[in-house]
């Protein structure tokens, strides 16, 4: 079946830009995070939602982050007012209730802020 | 606070070698170690993962070494072949539902052929 899926693959923006970044997890997977991962490093989780309950956001930088999802389905990531510092790999991952730390990671979005 | 550390940074293995990445954690609640490949380009992917009620768990050329009372966990690579040659994170977190992995700052191996 399909994995996880991110959009855009690249984004470029200019710094003091708003930006919006898709994840569309695999079907039946309740569960879905964000990570960030800067050039040399390792994955930072940003945030992490479960079915309706409300988001754990313990990883969110700063509330230039925000985070979206419908039921169990696609989330948005949104970076408002972006920051050359927020230039990095934005990965989302999704894994089902029965395997909850089986994580299964979309190709993720590069974004770069001029 | 680094709550895994990762090393080495960078491992350069020969064909048919065995490549040793080691990782290391703090927080005596982990009890779930997965270790993650990643490509240039691709998003990581789960490669073995093991949790502390064995000492070593392995998948075909891949075993997991894990030392509970050490706080430490090794991947083995045997038979190294060139198309191994990517990005390792290691991982850890607590055996539970809605927990974020804490991943290490990954090693790049390449195998020569």
């Known amino acids: 079946g399909a994995g996880v899926s991110q959009s855009p693959s690249n984004k470029v923006t200019e710094k003091g830009k708003d930006v919006e970044l898709r994840c569309d997890p695999i079907s039946g997977h309740t569960a879905l995070y964000w990570y960030r991962q800067r050039l040399g490093q390792g994955l930072e989780f940003l945030i992490y939602f479960q079915g309706n309950s409300a988001p754990d956001k313990s990883g969110l930088p700063s509330d230039r982050f925000s985070a979206e999802r419908t039921g169990e389905s696609v989330s948005t990531l949104t970076i408002q007012r972006t920051q050359q510092e927020d230039s990095a790999v934005y990965l989302c991952?999704?894994?089902?209730?029965?395997?909850?730390?089986?994580?299964?990671f979309g190709p993720g979005t590069r974004l770069t802020v001029l | 606070q680094q709550q895994v550390k990762q090393s080495p940074q960078s491992l350069i293995v020969q064909k048919g070698g065995i490549s040793i990445i080691n990782c290391a954690y703090e927080?005596?609640?982990?009890?779930?170690f997965p270790w993650y490949q990643q490509f240039p380009g691709k998003g990581p992917a789960l490669l073995i993962a093991?949790?502390?009620?064995?000492s070593e768990k392995k998948e075909g050329r891949f075993t997991i070494s894990f030392n509970k009372s050490a706080k430490q966990f090794s991947l083995h690579i045997m038979d190294s072949q060139p198309g191994d040659s990517a990005t390792y994170f290691c991982a850890a977190t607590p055996d539970q539902a809605g927990t974020a992995l804490i991943f290490g700052k990954g090693t790049t191996l390449s195998v020569s052929s």
């Open positions: 927080n005596t609640a982990f009890d779930y």
């Open positions: 093991i949790r502390p009620d064995v």
């Open positions: 991952a999704s894994s089902p209730w029965t395997s909850y730390n089986e994580q299964f």
